[in-house]
């Protein structure tokens, strides 16, 4: 592990960068460092840029989030927040419309099967998965056979739906007595089953984070790539920036910390102390890069 003095960032920004654990880490924060104008800088949104709360709709990016991003994105080829939320919603939580500095941001929604665009302030969307509006039927009368009514929490995300356990008395245990019900009905109507921090999300096949991150790095063209996620959704994504390394691609994983999904923070590169970290993260890449 190499020591701070030995990168090329400045050691004296308000908020100086940490040093990733791996070599393939520090080279891809150099990359982003000196090659920022085909850099890409993508990230997820709840747990990364917003704090988890019990209610995803009380969810809200980080009062820092914004002005971090607004001072990075000018410096970098290109912003994406990647998300399994609708675009839109993602956009009204985070407050990225209408933000100077972020004429340019990207989100990438319902796992990039949607995508806003700051530019033009629309969404672009495929037509949806006849599956989801089955399951959407179905689920009500499964959850009550189970009997995970109670604390259990189901959220209407227009391509997905999803089942959230944290409000029950026993967030795991209600958690693992729902995967494979769910999975069944999942897979009668041609749904997958992506499960995250006390949520298990019945979704269309065919596209995740990581394909999302890797074909928007094609479009791009991205010469170095910086990922940052918590959750069991964000390791497609991970695969795909170790894919670009290997392809010769510089890239930087950060875990925004979670005690809850060590796999995440096992793979990571550099793991922060959640989007306060993160934030942090943002600010000292911008420092780094200013003139």
Same mark, same amino acid.
């Given at each position: 592990?190499?020591?701070?003095?030995?990168?090329?960032?400045?050691?004296?920004?308000?908020?100086?960068?940490?040093?990733?654990?791996?070599?393939?880490?520090?080279?891809?924060?150099?990359?982003?460092?000196?090659?920022?104008?085909?850099?890409?800088?993508? *990230?997820?949104?709840?747990?990364?840029?917003?704090?988890?709360?019990?209610?995803?709709?009380?969810?809200?990016?980080?009062?820092?989030?914004?002005?971090?991003?607004?001072?990075?994105?000018?410096?970098?080829?290109?912003?994406?927040?990647?998300?399994?939320?609708?675009? +839109?919603?993602?956009?009204?939580? +985070?407050?990225?419309?209408?933000?100077?500095?972020?004429?340019? *941001?990207?989100?990438?929604?319902?796992?990039?099967?949607?995508?806003?665009?700051?530019?033009?302030?629309?969404?672009?969307?495929?037509?949806?998965?006849? +599956?989801?509006?089955?399951?959407?039927?179905?689920?009500?009368?499964?959850?009550?056979?189970?009997?995970?009514?109670?604390?259990?929490?189901?959220?209407?995300?227009?391509?997905?739906?999803?089942?959230?356990?944290?409000?029950?008395?026993?967030?795991?245990?209600?958690?693992?007595?729902?995967?494979?019900?769910?999975?069944?009905?999942?897979?009668?109507?041609?749904?997958?089953?992506?499960?995250?921090?006390?949520?298990?999300?019945?979704?269309?096949?065919?596209?995740?984070?990581?394909?999302?991150?890797?074909?928007?790095?094609?479009?791009?063209?991205?010469?170095?790539?910086?990922?940052?996620?918590?959750?069991?959704?964000? *390791?497609?994504?991970?695969?795909?920036?170790?894919?670009?390394?290997?392809?010769?691609?510089?890239?930087?994983?950060?875990?925004?910390?979670?005690?809850?999904?060590?796999?995440?923070?096992?793979?990571?590169?550099?793991?922060?102390?959640?989007?306060a970290g993160v934030v942090g993260l943002l600010r000292g890449l911008a420092a780094g890069l200013r003139a």
């Open positions: 592990m190499g020591s701070q003095t030995d990168s090329t960032y400045p050691l004296d920004s308000p908020d100086p960068l940490p040093t990733p654990t791996t070599q393939g880490g520090r080279d891809g924060l150099n990359a982003l460092l000196t090659r920022a104008e085909r850099a890409l800088v993508a *990230l997820d949104f709840d747990g990364t840029l917003a704090p988890i709360v019990p209610d995803p709709e009380q969810a809200r990016a980080h009062p820092d989030a914004v002005p971090a991003l607004a001072e990075l994105a000018p410096k970098v080829a290109a912003v994406a927040v990647i998300t399994g939320r609708p675009p +839109g919603v993602a956009v009204r939580h +985070g407050g990225f419309a209408g933000v100077p500095g972020l004429e340019h *941001l990207v989100v990438l929604g319902h796992y990039g099967a949607e995508r806003w665009d700051a530019a033009t302030g629309t969404v672009t969307a495929p037509a949806p998965h006849p +599956g989801v509006a089955a399951v959407r039927a179905e689920l009500p009368g499964l959850l009550d056979r189970v009997g995970a009514w109670q604390g259990t929490w189901v959220e209407e995300k227009g391509r997905a739906v999803a089942v959230h356990t944290r409000r029950a008395s026993d967030p795991q245990a209600a958690f693992e007595a729902l995967r494979a019900p769910l999975t069944d009905l999942a897979t009668r109507h041609g749904l997958v089953v992506e499960p995250g921090r006390m949520v298990l999300e019945l979704r269309p096949p065919g596209m995740d984070k990581g394909v999302a991150l890797a074909e928007y790095a094609r479009e791009i063209a991205a010469d170095a790539v910086l990922y940052a996620g918590d959750d069991l959704g964000d *390791l497609p994504a991970f695969a795909a920036v170790d894919k670009l390394r290997s392809d010769g691609t510089p890239g930087l994983l950060v875990c925004s910390g979670s005690d809850e999904v060590t796999e995440l923070r096992e793979r990571a590169d550099l793991v922060v102390d959640g989007p």
